[in-house]
């Protein structure tokens, strides 16, 4: 079976967990990951962190955002074309929901300055113990990751995200943690 195959596969896989998964267990999961984050080395020494609002089946890092905003700085990725643009997040009221997916979005300045982005948590369909993630398809972070080149990368997500191996092609990104409830 093809890689591309074998993703679409496990994307299949995945939201058959995700459906069967109870708004409590969603929650708990997710409070769980934002407590292992914030006792993160990574966390703490960061000043600058890309971060992402949540789709519904994405791990809440809501409460992690407005708790730690302003004392760290936050970043939120716009869908700009093909590609991720890094915009501040100032606040809930900043947030526009926008594209197919409905995702909220900041209407802020662009950031630009790659380098001085100190942690990126970074959402997935399925994670391996090797830091390789299953996105939606779309590429958009395999593009924006080489750019944050000094950054920690953490991807973040449920227990059943996690699996023994995440088909790989030669662009797909790989993280430097993975954080899911154990």
Same mark, same amino acid.
Not at 62 to 88: C, S
């Given at each position: 079976?093809?890689?591309?195959?074998?993703?679409?596969?496990?994307?299949?896989?995945?939201?058959?967990?995700?459906?069967?998964?109870?708004?409590?267990?969603?929650?708990?999961?997710?409070?769980?990951?934002?407590?292992? *984050?914030?006792?993160?080395?990574? +966390?703490?020494?960061?000043?600058? *962190?890309?971060?992402?609002?949540?789709?519904?089946?994405? *791990?809440?890092?809501?409460?992690?955002?407005?708790?730690?905003?302003?004392?760290?700085? +936050?970043?939120?990725?716009?869908?700009?074309?093909?590609?991720?643009?890094?915009?501040?997040?100032?606040?809930?009221?900043?947030?526009?929901?926008?594209?197919?997916?409905?995702? @909220?979005?900041?209407?802020?300045? *662009? +950031?630009?300055?790659?380098?001085?982005?100190?942690?990126?948590?970074?959402?997935?369909?399925?994670?391996?113990?090797?830091?390789?993630?299953?996105?939606?398809?779309?590429?958009?972070?395999?593009?924006?990751?080489?750019?944050?080149?000094?950054?920690?990368?953490?991807?973040?997500?449920?227990?059943?995200? @996690?699996?023994?191996?995440?088909?790989?092609?030669?662009?797909?990104?790989?993280?430097?943690?993975?954080?899911?409830?154990?």
């Amino acid at each position: 079976m093809a890689v591309v195959e074998k993703k679409r596969a496990l994307r299949k896989e995945i939201a058959g967990y995700k459906r069967l998964m109870t708004q409590e267990a969603k929650h708990a999961e997710c409070m769980i990951c934002v407590k292992e *984050i914030e006792e993160a080395e990574a +966390f703490l020494e960061s000043k600058i *962190i890309l971060a992402y609002w949540p789709l519904y089946d994405e *791990i809440d890092l809501r409460p992690l955002i407005l708790k730690w905003h302003p004392e760290k700085t +936050f970043l939120l990725p716009q869908v700009a074309g093909e590609k991720l643009e890094l915009r501040y997040f100032k606040g809930e009221d900043s947030l526009v929901p926008q594209g197919k997916y409905g995702i @909220m979005e900041p209407r802020t300045e *662009i +950031f630009t300055k790659y380098d001085k982005v100190d942690l990126v948590l970074v959402p997935g369909l399925a994670f391996d113990h090797l830091g390789y993630r299953l996105g939606r398809g779309a590429g958009y972070y395999d593009k924006l990751l080489p750019k944050l080149y000094k950054a920690v990368k953490i991807g973040v997500g449920f227990r059943f995200q @996690m699996v023994k191996e995440v088909p790989v092609e030669p662009h797909d990104e790989v993280l430097d943690i993975v954080i899911v409830p154990k």
